[in-house]
């Protein structure tokens, strides 16, 4: 079997090593350049961590993972209003949790990916031809590419879905934020940071910080905006949005660096009545992102390229295999989209009495029984979706058909 992976993002990168393992041919297209070194700090928990887990790639996503103690709101002055122990989330999923840059987690993928797997960077698609057969693909150089299986991994603006299933705005659901996310060198912040996730203790608007390794200091922005639209000039707008906060903030925007090195996007979801048409498929993102508000995307994302390739192993068709694939995620991602859209107002409060509550809440959950469920509200329902794949395995390589 042949397959192309539009993507050389989480999702990409997983199938794309996953998919190699089990024996198929496979071509990733990456429109950038190189990999990307914009993205922020992310709990990796759930499913994703049991696939990284049976891939191999657990190791090395520990050897670049970060040790955070609490998750602390502060006010202008710095002061801790309420916090949250890492630890007590962490026994929520058996301390199956690892916080990690956004990148290093894309590193660790990459790193496993064998020499068979042809990589090809600053390359985009201008056309697919999507058959019963198999799928032919145009790239922007004039070349084509034939092959058994198209894949879109290319997130939640997706090109692929674009071609094949339709406009972006018939599928994205905003959420009403925007989001941000650089870093930039300075020890006295790092200092105050170092092994927490701080965040402004605000209404509207929140800005998280912490430390990494380097002595360098990550920034992470959300806002609400009931304007989807993105600014032209990312560091004006952040500036702007959270010029009044107090504490560090003030240094943090100084230090902001250029547009082109700062991430920015919305907060959105996709919900698509289908994942599949033909010998084209989506995963990760760009068939059902479940936004930042849900913490779970680059776990979803690695879980839906295992399960994508462990069924087209098993399968007797390629469309059999499809088939089996969205049946088994959806549930999982519709829960996951779920507990996003119910968190909004826990994540960014809209309101002094919203903002009251959240600290209630968290006061709280330092007590037995509450601090469980507070945990699990976070998370989610858990999911064996893996450890089920794993126990009925019983095939050594993708069949060519």
Not at 83 to 110: H, T
Not at 238 to 257: D, F, K, M, Q, S
């Amino acid at each position: 079997m042949k397959v192309v992976i539009c993507g050389a993002g989480i999702a990409g990168l997983a199938l794309a090593q996953r998919l190699d393992s089990l024996g198929a041919e496979v071509v990733v297209l990456e429109k950038a350049p190189g990999p990307r070194t914009q993205g922020y700090m992310i709990d990796f928990f759930g499913p994703g961590y049991d696939a990284a887990e049976a891939m191999g790639v657990l190791p090395r996503i520990r050897e670049l993972g970060y040790q955070i103690d609490e998750l602390t709101y502060r006010d202008d002055h710095g002061r801790r209003r309420s916090r949250l122990r890492f630890a007590q989330f962490a026994k929520i999923v058996n301390g199956r949790l690892i916080s990690i840059m956004r990148p290093d987690l894309e590193r660790a993928l990459r790193e496993h990916i064998s020499d068979r797997v042809d990589v090809r960077h600053a390359t985009t698609l201008t056309r697919i031809d999507n058959r019963a057969e198999g799928v032919a693909v145009t790239l922007a150089d004039g070349g084509t590419i034939e092959a058994d299986l198209l894949v879109g991994a290319d997130g939640i603006h997706s090109t692929v879905r674009g071609h094949v299933f339709g406009p972006e705005r018939e599928f994205l659901r905003y959420l009403g934020f925007h989001t941000a996310a650089y870093s930039f060198d300075d020890a006295d912040i790092h200092a105050q940071v170092v092994r927490q996730f701080c965040l402004t203790d605000t209404v509207n608007r929140q800005m998280g910080l912490y430390g990494l390794r380097d002595r360098r200091v990550a920034v992470f922005t959300v806002h609400r905006t009931p304007d989807p639209t993105l600014p032209a000039d990312p560091r004006a707008a952040i500036r702007r949005e959270y010029g009044a906060l107090g504490w560090v903030a003030p240094c943090a925007l100084a230090a902001c660096p250029p547009p082109e090195q700062v991430y920015y996007d919305q907060v959105a979801q996709i919900d698509m009545p289908v994942w599949r048409r033909g010998r084209v498929v989506l995963v990760g993102d760009a068939a059902y992102a479940v936004s930042l508000l849900a913490g779970q995307g680059a776990s979803l994302g690695i879980t839906g390229a295992y399960v994508l390739a462990e069924h087209l192993s098993r399968a007797d068709t390629i469309d059999i295999a499809l088939e089996r694939y969205e049946q088994a995620l959806r549930p999982v991602v519709t829960d996951k989209q779920q507990v996003a859209r119910n968190g909004t107002s826990w994540f960014i409060p809209a309101g002094t009495r919203q903002l009251h509550l959240r600290r209630a809440a968290l006061k709280l959950a330092r007590l037995p029984v509450i601090d469980r469920y507070v945990a699990g509200a976070l998370a989610g329902k858990s999911t064996a979706i893996i450890t089920n794949l794993r126990a009925t395995s019983a095939v050594a390589g993708v069949s060519r058909r």
